[in-house]
């Protein structure tokens, strides 16, 4: 069995990270695979970090990176691949509705179709309610339709991707990353593995409706110039609506008389119309502007505050040699 690092982000998951551990353990131990648990605290302000170092001192397996402050979900998957070692690396979250029982399937599935990447699509979503399901729905297809790479319906990040995919995205150098975009457009064979999610173990969804409209922008404007190609064919059509009014204006008080064109609901009506027309141009090229704002302050994506367990030749091993070991925040060892 290839070497395998399981990348878990965590941002306030104290209630369930023993569980997340013994779960992953019961999977990993009768099969003796060369395994890693690489958990990464995203900030986190309650007792997530104190956890970790105890599981860290009793299971040499697992390694943990903590972050300086909450820098977001994509930040910290970021961040755990930027750091793992192994052949493969599983990505799932810590709060256990992608089960990592399935994770050996998921491996087996890869050898089995030779896959660069296997990608968790979910059959249905448990203890999600029915605005989140159609708000999730609506997104991935929308996505789908604006974007000019195609990416799988119904999937997170849930999924695994082996040493290749690793390198090619660790060797991205943009910001704002959406990782499951990425991972479709670095192409390589890659397959769906469809499953059940479960309900949360504890606690409650770190994922905010502004966090999530954040993530759907991310990915929008990251893949796709459609947005701008819109807005364009919006303001085209928008100068056709008001030359053909002022036509007809113009043929109606040559026709009828003055009184016939007046009306001050018309004019209001086109006035918003054009108005609206042009805030939403400029809102989204105010995005794209704000895209390559970022990436031109050359900030890294993330700042690591420790870590445990993790070796200076690990991180060695990890970073990329452009970034002299810390170019983009990556990992500096400060084991305790």
């Given at each position: 069995?290839?070497?395998?690092?399981?990348?878990?982000?965590?941002?306030?998951?104290?209630?369930?990270?023993?569980?997340?551990h013994r779960r992953l353990s019961a999977v990993f131990c009768p099969a003796g695979a060369?395994?890693?648990?690489?958990?990464?605290?995203?900030?986190?302000?309650?007792?997530?970090?104190?956890?970790?170092?105890?599981?860290?001192?009793?299971?040499?397996?697992?390694?943990?990176?903590?972050?300086?402050?909450?820098?977001?979900?994509?930040?910290?998957?970021?961040?755990?691949?930027?750091?793992?070692?192994?052949?493969?690396?599983?990505?799932?979250?810590?709060?256990?509705?992608?089960?990592?029982?399935?994770?050996?399937?998921?491996?087996?599935?890869?050898?089995?179709?030779?896959?660069?990447?296997?990608?968790?699509?979910?059959?249905?979503?448990?203890?999600?309610?029915?605005?989140?399901?159609?708000?999730?729905?609506?997104?991935?297809?929308?996505?789908?339709?604006?974007?000019?790479?195609?990416?799988?319906?119904?999937?997170?990040?849930?999924?695994?991707?082996?040493?290749?995919?690793?390198?090619?995205?660790?060797?991205?150098?943009?910001?704002?990353?959406?990782?499951?975009?990425?991972?479709?457009?670095?192409?390589?064979?890659?397959?769906?593995?469809?499953?059940?999610?479960?309900?949360?173990?504890?606690?409650?969804?770190?994922y905010r409706p502004s966090r999530m409209l954040k993530l759907a922008t991310d990915g929008?404007?990251?893949?796709?110039?459609?947005?701008?190609?819109?807005?364009?064919?919006?303001?085209?059509?928008?100068?056709?609506?008001?030359?053909?009014?002022?036509?007809?204006?113009?043929?109606?008080?040559?026709?009828?008389?003055?009184?016939?064109?007046?009306?001050?609901?018309?004019?209001?009506?086109?006035?918003?119309?054009?108005?609206?027309?042009?805030?939403?141009?400029?809102?989204?090229?105010?995005?794209?502007?704000?895209?390559?704002?970022?990436?031109?302050?050359?900030?890294?994506?993330?700042?690591?505050?420790?870590?445990?367990?993790l070796s200076a030749e690990t991180v060695d091993l990890t970073m990329p040699a452009a970034?002299?070991?810390?170019?983009?925040?990556?990992?500096?060892?400060?084991?305790?």
């Amino acid at each position: 069995m290839r070497n395998l690092s399981i990348v878990i982000p965590c941002f306030n998951e104290a209630p369930v990270l023993r569980e997340t551990h013994r779960r992953l353990s019961a999977v990993f131990c009768p099969a003796g695979a060369p395994v890693e648990f690489l958990f990464v605290d995203d900030g986190s302000k309650d007792q997530t970090f104190a956890t970790l170092k105890e599981l860290a001192a009793a299971d040499p397996r697992v390694r943990v990176i903590r972050l300086s402050r909450n820098f977001g979900h994509q930040a910290a998957v970021a961040a755990g691949l930027r750091c793992c070692v192994g052949e493969v690396a599983a990505v799932i979250d810590a709060d256990l509705q992608d089960p990592p029982e399935l994770i050996p399937e998921m491996l087996e599935l890869m050898d089995r179709e030779q896959s660069s990447v296997v990608y968790g699509q979910r059959s249905s979503r448990r203890g999600d309610g029915f605005l989140k399901k159609l708000t999730a729905r609506t997104f991935y297809r929308l996505l789908n339709a604006m974007s000019d790479v195609k990416f799988p319906l119904d999937t997170g990040d849930f999924r695994l991707l082996d040493r290749r995919v690793i390198d090619v995205f660790n060797s991205l150098p943009e910001r704002n990353k959406y990782i499951r975009g990425l991972i479709s457009w670095i192409g390589f064979k890659q397959t769906a593995f469809r499953y059940a999610r479960n309900p949360r173990f504890a606690g409650k969804t770190k994922y905010r409706p502004s966090r999530m409209l954040k993530l759907a922008t991310d990915g929008l404007f990251s893949f796709s110039r459609k947005p701008l190609r819109l807005a364009v064919r919006t303001g085209l059509f928008s100068v056709v609506v008001a030359l053909a009014l002022a036509v007809w204006v113009v043929v109606i008080r040559l026709t009828a008389g003055s009184d016939t064109a007046a009306g001050w609901a018309s004019i209001v009506v086109v006035t918003v119309f054009l108005g609206g027309v042009q805030l939403l141009s400029i809102g989204v090229l105010g995005e794209y502007i704000g895209s390559i704002f970022d990436e031109t302050k050359r900030r890294p994506d993330y700042v690591v505050a420790e870590t445990l367990n993790l070796s200076a030749e690990t991180v060695d091993l990890t970073m990329p040699a452009a970034c002299g070991g810390q170019g983009r925040g990556g990992c500096r060892d400060s084991s305790r």
